[in-house]
C-alpha cells in the first residue's frame, strides 16, 4: 500500500478462495465509489481465508457477472488473507459466518472491531451463500451489491457526524 492511500478508507472483502464473492465485493464497491467520484477516498482489496485457490483468477462465472454490469476484474489473483493486513485496512469485511471465524483466526482476533459480515449492514443481516457451490451467481451479485450500498451508506452517515 503507497503513501498516496494513506489518508484513505481501506477495505478488504474476504471469503473461502478469493475467486468468487470477495472479488465481486472488491470491485463492485469499487465501482460504486468511482460512479460517485470518491474512487481516491478508498483503498479497496480482497483476500481469501484458505490457499485453495493462491494465484488463480477471478472465477469465470463471476468474471461475467462483472462484465454484465460493465465491470473489469481484469488482471485480479488470489491472495491469502495474512495476520499482518489487520493493521493495514480498517474495515475486513467477510462474507458469511465461517469466513469471519476463520478471518479471526488468522488476524489473531479482532480487538479494534475492524471485523464485519458485509450484510450487516443492511437491512436484513444473513450470510452470502458461496455461488461456487450454489451456482446461483445471480443471487450472489444481488446480495454483495445490496451490502456494497449498505456499508456505503454506513461510511456516509459516519462521515456526516
Not at 478488504?12 to 465509489?33: H, K, Q, T
Not at 485496512?89 to 471485523?115: F, H
Not at 464485519?116 to 450472489?140: E, K, Q
Amino acid at each position: 500500500m503507497t503513501k498516496q492511500y494513506q489518508n484513505s478508507i481501506k477495505v478488504l472483502f474476504v471469503c473461502l478462495g478469493n475467486i468468487c464473492r470477495s472479488p465481486l465485493a472488491e470491485y463492485i464497491f469499487r465501482d460504486m465509489v468511482t460512479k460517485q467520484g470518491r474512487g481516491a477516498d478508498f483503498y479497496i482489496a480482497s483476500a481469501a481465508t484458505s490457499t485453495e485457490e493462491i494465484g488463480n483468477p477471478v472465477y469465470p462465472p463471476a468474471r461475467r457477472k462483472l462484465q454484465e454490469h460493465g465491470i473489469s476484474c481484469d488482471g485480479k489473483r488470489a491472495v491469502q488473507l495474512k495476520k499482518s493486513d489487520y493493521g493495514k485496512y480498517d474495515y475486513l469485511l467477510g462474507m458469511e459466518e465461517r469466513n469471519i471465524i476463520n478471518m479471526k483466526r488468522i488476524l489473531g482476533g479482532d480487538p479494534d472491531g475492524k471485523v464485519f459480515r458485509l450484510l450487516d449492514f443492511s437491512d436484513r443481516p444473513r450470510n452470502i451463500s458461496d455461488p461456487w457451490y450454489t451456482g446461483d451467481f445471480d443471487t450472489a451479485y444481488e446480495d454483495i451489491r445490496e451490502g456494497c450500498e449498505a456499508f456505503l451508506d454506513f461510511l456516509n452517515e459516519r462521515k456526516e457526524r
